[in-house]
């Protein structure tokens, strides 16, 4: 659920900005920025902000704030990392923010709810993976690529209703009972997405794919 464009009150949201500043600057000192300044995967961090930037402007929207579309950025935590994709999602959502000249109040929560909650997930259930599971490439891409995106897909929506129930005010039986059930088809969407352009990365490009080990998922080590 998109909340860009969302009413809301000043005090929510200007804890979403103090709360989404202290992570991007974090993230900026921390992630290895040598990767977009060198070595054959230094084009998938842009390419991956622009791809971003072109599937979240295929949306549609359903009721008073409702807006909804796909978000891509499981795709993009697995491929460049999660700390290099935290930093290219906040660029993608100021981008928004500047075409469709949705106020920048929002940007805050908009960062925390479509870019920081999904990654995070995504990035819990390759780490519960990497250590429970056998090491092999069905387990990269059926539960990296394909769960880890359906679960950080659901978690991006049920933070969104609730943002838009409590910030917004809108009645909680309409959001969850009306809205958010839209996303268990979008949420499918999103893990056959993730999972299409994931295989593909691996099977041609694993070097692109900052967190795919041929050793490990190839030859189990």
Not at 63 to 73: A, E, N, R, Y
Not at 112 to 117: E, G, I, K, N, S
Not at 140 to 159: D, H, I, M, P
Request: proline share 5%; hydrophobic share 60%; charged share 10%.
């Amino acid at each position: 659920m998109d909340p860009v464009a969302v009413t809301l009150p000043v005090a929510f949201a200007l804890a979403g900005w103090l709360l989404a500043a202290a992570l991007v600057a974090r993230v900026v000192r921390g992630a290895p920025w040598h990767r977009v300044t060198e070595g054959a995967a230094v084009h998938v961090w842009y390419g991956g902000i622009f791809c971003l930037v072109v599937l979240w402007s295929i949306r549609a929207t359903v009721g008073d704030g409702f807006t909804f579309h796909l978000l891509g950025v499981a795709a993009f935590a697995l491929a460049v990392g999660p700390a290099l994709a935290l930093a290219g999602g906040a660029l993608v959502v100021a981008i928004e923010i500047m075409v469709r000249g949705d106020p920048w109040l929002n940007a805050g929560l908009a960062f925390l709810t479509m870019v920081a909650v999904p990654i995070s997930v995504v990035s819990l259930v390759l780490r519960f993976a990497e250590r429970r599971l056998p090491p092999n490439l069905f387990i990269y891409v059926f539960v990296g690529a394909f769960f880890g995106a359906w679960a950080s897909y659901g978690a991006a929506a049920l933070t969104g209703a609730t943002v838009l129930t409590l910030g917004a005010g809108r009645p909680a039986e309409i959001v969850f009972g009306e809205y958010v059930p839209y996303f268990l088809f979008l949420a499918f969407g999103e893990a056959t997405l993730t999972g299409m352009v994931i295989t593909l990365a691996v099977v041609y490009r694993p070097r692109w794919v900052a967190t795919f080990d041929d050793a490990r998922y190839l030859r189990g080590r």
